[in-house]
């Protein structure tokens, strides 16, 4: 597939028909694997000789994290494909990515939280990586705020394109703080790197919790992409409502 056949789904109409098919497909699949990564991750895996049960909360709070950062940097580049070739289909599915990204880091904060009380001694840090994120969630909800308080959509989307283009330094701070600032509580990379699974340091994670976890990280991945490709059909429709009813308005 060129670059040309792919902005073709740019265009509302295909992308309506392409994903009325696709996203039936795309919803059993994310309900399928969410059911089995936690299911297993929470019932058939042991407790930690250190962390007791309480280390379950990685097939909820990894994930989460893990699409709550991913969510703003997609924002970011259907932002810039806005910016630069004015297709409004990239513009609506950063709007619709927006909320599902900010849920995603609610709940990363408050799984965040429970994790660490037990393991830190505290529900809260002022941890780079926390503070990080914590920003990050303060710009999704200016993010959406902005979009709700501008009347003309292309203005709204050339705004919020320029947010999240600097909110996109808190979403790399999130991810990478800990490269940078050693002070942190947060341990390294110890599920996405390079021999995370055949490793043999103190922070690798189990086999026996990573591979649920895997199935996890897929589940909240697809349920994503379901909901926002969802969340974009609905944008799309809302617009043509919007344009059919300023018509009126003119006749």
């Not at 909320?99 to 965040?112: E, N």
């Not at 909110?167 to 991810?175: D, Y």
Request: charged residues 15%.
């Amino acid at each position: 597939m060129g670059l040309n056949s792919l902005w073709e789904y740019a265009n509302p109409v295909k992308f309506m028909r392409v994903t009325d098919r696709v996203l039936p497909v795309v919803s059993v699949l994310a309900l399928a694997t969410l059911a089995v990564g936690l299911i297993w991750g929470f019932f058939f895996t042991p407790d930690d000789f250190r962390q007791g049960s309480t280390v379950k909360i990685i097939y909820l709070h990894v994930p989460s994290a893990m699409i709550a950062i991913s969510t703003w940097f997609m924002m970011l580049v259907t932002s810039l494909i806005w910016l630069i070739r004015r297709h409004h289909v990239s513009a609506l599915a950063a709007k619709a990515a927006a909320p599902v990204g900010a849920v995603m880091t609610v709940i990363g904060l408050v799984t965040g939280a429970i994790w660490g009380q037990p393991m830190w001694g505290t529900w809260w840090a002022w941890d780079p990586r926390l503070t990080a994120f914590l920003i990050l969630f303060l710009f999704y909800l200016g993010y959406m705020a902005l979009w709700q308080a501008i009347d003309d959509d292309d203005t709204a989307a050339d705004l919020t394109a320029v947010l999240c283009l600097v909110g996109s330094v808190f979403a790399f701070l999130s991810r990478y703080a800990v490269n940078f600032w050693n002070q942190g509580l947060h341990q390294g990379a110890s599920v996405m790197r390079a021999g995370a699974l055949a490793g043999d340091t103190e922070e690798r994670v189990s086999n026996v919790f990573a591979l649920p976890l895997f199935v996890s990280m897929a589940g909240f991945t697809l349920f994503f992409l379901a909901l926002v490709l969802l969340r974009t059909r609905t944008e799309i429709r809302l617009r043509r409502a919007k344009a059919i009813m300023a018509r009126e308005r003119m006749t």
